[in-house]
């Protein structure tokens, strides 16, 4: 089948087509030829499966070839990141059109985003409270919304955005056509759906056997050491086949940490988290996407919603909070009909977290599996060579000498020492072979810092929480 087949216009599957996107996916085969009726959709599909494509290009094409200026349709986003992103699809399937799209979002400056509205664009992708914010300004004028999409409703919910959604509905005319996509369907969801749509269509994308995880995803469910976590890590990255890898931390200071743990180790890492500013966050997801970094480190909610096509590996370098959270973190690999690996290690505190999610979920698994950096059943599941260490290049972190705290230099395992390092530790031609040995550096240890420096570095660190 096609989307011709599903009736999108020719103009619209060309610029599909031109990009390699050809086929439909399960949810975009039931919600087009539904939502081109004009009739309401609820949309429930595992994440990863499309749903953008889904509502994006039936209202593309019911605005028509040559809409009038002004916002039309209003897709409503829990994140900057998923923002951007789905802007990017929509700008994609419409580029045979003068249909504009305007990504409105907090973060940014509002000049460059009000031209945008001003200028006229038809097709507004925001989040709730950058949205709310234009709307009181009077800069955003709701009144002639023609089509509401919430996307990704249920990572909403968790984010506590339902009272600022129902204001948007607020704005917005009565006869609007609404169109809710989500994951899960909470209660909270169905609820919202009974108030503000009218007879949705209830469209699930997922076989009734099939199970709330992707079935083309293989799971792994292990129990490492503390102080050989990382070592593990370091040894997945090396498994053969990998590509793009999102690993997932509870807390921004763990991002940064393991981000930085895992630069210094030679990895082409980078940390997407809340501490971040706007522009840094956008920098790092560019990168990711681009290939220019391959490793993704990054917390729960900074993730959310980020659509990557060519994503191999999920670690959960901790137990997310539950089975909804864990859903969406796996569900980043395995996307657009590929497949994927995640990996979830279990420290000894989340057992009982644990034993919940592996119940609602249907795991079947209770117990982790007792993991180290060593251990055979490692090599074999994630298809690792034989010798493979952790590291790809010595550590450049300072060493600790007696009577030295050495505070500031590696007090998060090397990596404040690994950006000042790292080109000293490429001439010394510190990195390792293929057999996974490595080569002995000739750079020699830096001082510590002074303590001034040593005390800043501290009083940095504090506010990373």
């Keep these: 089948m096609t989307f011709r087949d599903l009736g999108i216009d020719q103009d619209i599957a060309d610029a599909l087509a031109a990009k390699g996107i050809t086929e439909p996916f399960p949810i975009q085969e039931q919600a087009i030829p539904v939502a081109l009726t004009g009739q309401d959709v609820i949309g429930q599909a595992k994440t990863g499966t499309g749903k953008t494509f889904g509502f994006g290009l039936p209202l593309i094409q019911i605005l028509g070839p040559n809409p009038e200026p002004g916002a039309k349709a209003l897709v409503v986003v829990p994140t900057r990141e998923l923002c951007i992103q789905v802007a990017e699809d929509l700008k994609l399937a419409c580029s045979n059109r003068p249909t504009t799209v305007a990504a409105i979002y907090g973060g940014k400056a509002y000049e460059g985003q009000v031209a945008e509205i001003e200028a006229g664009a038809q097709i507004i992708v925001g989040t709730p409270g950058r949205l709310i914010d234009l709307s009181k300004q009077k800069k955003l004028d709701l009144g002639n919304i023609r089509f509401m999409v919430l996307d990704e409703a249920d990572e909403m919910l968790d984010l506590g955005f339902l009272p600022d959604v129902e204001r948007l509905f607020a704005y917005t005319p009565d006869g609007r056509q609404t169109m809710l996509f989500s994951a899960t369907m909470p209660g909270a969801i169905v609820t919202m759906a009974r108030k503000y749509q009218n007879k949705p269509v209830h469209i699930r994308a997922n076989e009734p056997d099939e199970g709330q995880t992707k079935a083309d995803i293989k799971q792994f469910i292990y129990r490492a050491h503390a102080l050989d976590k990382d070592e593990v890590v370091g040894r997945i990255l090396q498994a053969e086949g990998r590509g793009k890898t999102v690993i997932f931390c509870k807390t921004k200071r763990q991002a940064s940490k393991v ?25 790092s997801m560019a990168a990711f996407r681009s290939g220019k970094r391959d490793i993704l480190v990054a917390t729960e909610v900074a993730a959310r919603g980020i659509d990557v096509d060519d994503v191999t590996h999920v670690i959960n370098y901790t137990v997310p909070e539950d089975e909804k959270a864990l859903l969406h973190r796996v569900g980043r690999t395995g996307r657009a009909g590929r497949t994927g690996i995640a990996v979830t290690f279990v420290d000894w505190e989340d057992l009982t977290r644990w034993k919940h999610i592996n119940e609602a979920l249907q795991f079947g698994q209770p117990e982790p599996t007792e993991t180290y950096s060593s251990s055979a059943h490692l090599f074999e599941d994630m298809n690792i060579a034989a010798g493979t260490k952790g590291r790809l290049r010595a550590s450049t972190a300072v060493p600790k000498t ?64």
């Design 402 to 465: 007696p009577g030295s705290n050495n505070r500031g230099g590696n007090s998060r395992g090397g990596s404040s020492g690994g950006r000042g390092g790292s080109r000293g530790s490429e001439r010394g031609g510190s990195v390792r072979s293929g057999s996974g040995e490595k080569k002995a550096s000739t750079e020699q240890p830096r001082a510590p810092r002074p303590s001034s420096d040593r005390q800043r570095t501290r009083t940095r660190r504090t506010s990373d929480s």
């Design 259 to 283: 981000s930085d743990e895992l630069v210094d180790r030679g990895f082409n890492a980078t940390a997407l988290h809340g501490d971040m500013s706007q522009e840094a966050r956008e920098k």
